[in-house]
Every structure is written in C-alpha cells, then in structure tokens.
C-alpha cells in the first residue's frame, strides 16, 4: 500500500513537471497523433511529398528547403532550422509561428501530444530510416 501511494506520487510529480514545457515525448503515442498531419504529410521509407512536404530528416532541416516542393514565400522566409522548439511553437498555432503559411491547420495544444508527435517524427534520418538511439 505504501509503495503503491510513493509511485502515484512520483506518477503525479512527473506529470506535473510537464505541463507546459517540452519534454522527451514517446514516440509511439505519436505515431497516432501523426494520424492528423497524414492527409497532406508523409514520412518513413519511400515518403512522397503530398499537398504537403514530406518530413525525413526534419531535425535539423531548414524550413522552406526541399528540393521539389513548392513553398509559400512566407515558409521560404520564415528563418526557422526545425528543432524541438520550433516544431512544437509551429504546430500550436502554425498561421502565428509563420504569417501567411499555407498550411491549413488548426493546431494542437495539448503539451504531451506536441512532445509526442516531435518524438515520432524527428527519429526518421533524411533517407526515411529510422536513426539509431
Ligand atoms: C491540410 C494539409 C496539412 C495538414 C493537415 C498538415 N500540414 Fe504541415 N504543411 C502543409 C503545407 C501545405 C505546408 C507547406 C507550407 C508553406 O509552404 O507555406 C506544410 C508545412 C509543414 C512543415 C514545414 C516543412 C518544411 O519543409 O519546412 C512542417 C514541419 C509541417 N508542415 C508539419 C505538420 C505536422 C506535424 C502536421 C500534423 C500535426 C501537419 N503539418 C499537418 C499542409 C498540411
């Protein structure tokens, strides 16, 4: 019973600890929120740019950059190098990260899911193979 109430807390402490700051995000969870982003992304082997770009190798990449895909002027002139930060500020809310974008998308505000679907995405080297850990 004592053990069971010291791990509830540490349960709660952690959870507490991440709200509202990005954290080490599991990438599995996000494999499913990746569901919201598959209409117009892809990414893994063999991903194809859609109505929007693929994403391989996103960490690290600078925006606006793939070769064949044909950016708004305002994602070209954005200045962003997508890290976890970046990433996570621009899927929150992508029309105030970069005005004028031409992604149609709501946004996702929720903290473990932003650190989640970071943690799906950015393990996929620029071939589409995940990195080794
Ligand atoms: C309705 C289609 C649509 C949906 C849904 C969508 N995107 Fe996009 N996304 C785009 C388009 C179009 C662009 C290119 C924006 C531009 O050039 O202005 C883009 C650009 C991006 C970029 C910048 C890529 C680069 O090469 O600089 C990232 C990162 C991104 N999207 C991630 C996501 C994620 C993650 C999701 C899901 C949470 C998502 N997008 C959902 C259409 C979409």
């Known amino acids: 019973m004592k053990t069971f ?3 509830a807390l540490t349960v709660l402490g952690m959870t507490l ?4 700051t990005s954290s080490a995000g599991d990438a599995e969870a996000g494999k499913a929120t990746f569901n919201k982003c598959m209409a117009c992304h892809a990414v893994g082997e063999g991903a ?10 996103l960490d690290g990449r600078k ?4 070769e064949g895909y044909a950016y708004s002027d ?3 002139a954005s200045g962003i190098t997508w890290n976890q930060a970046e ?3 621009y899927i929150k809310n992508p029309k105030a990260k970069v005005p004028g974008v031409k992604m149609v998308f709501a946004g996702i505000t929720k903290q473990s899911e932003l650190d ?3 943690a799906y995405v950015s393990q996929f080297d620029k071939d589409g193979k ?4």
């Not at 600890?17 to 509202?20: E, F, K, L, R, T």
């Not at 995940?130 to 850990?133: C, D, E, G, Q, T």
């Open 5 to 7: 109430a010291i791990s």
């Open 74 to 76: 305002a994602m070209k």
């Open 116 to 118: 989640n679907l970071w």
């Open 87 to 89: 990433f996570e500020e």
């Open 17 to 20: 600890a991440s709200v509202g």
């Open 63 to 66: 925006a606006g950059t793939l």
């Open 48 to 57: 194809k740019n859609k109505a929007g770009p693929e994403l391989n190798g």
């Open 130 to 133: 995940v990195k080794a850990k």
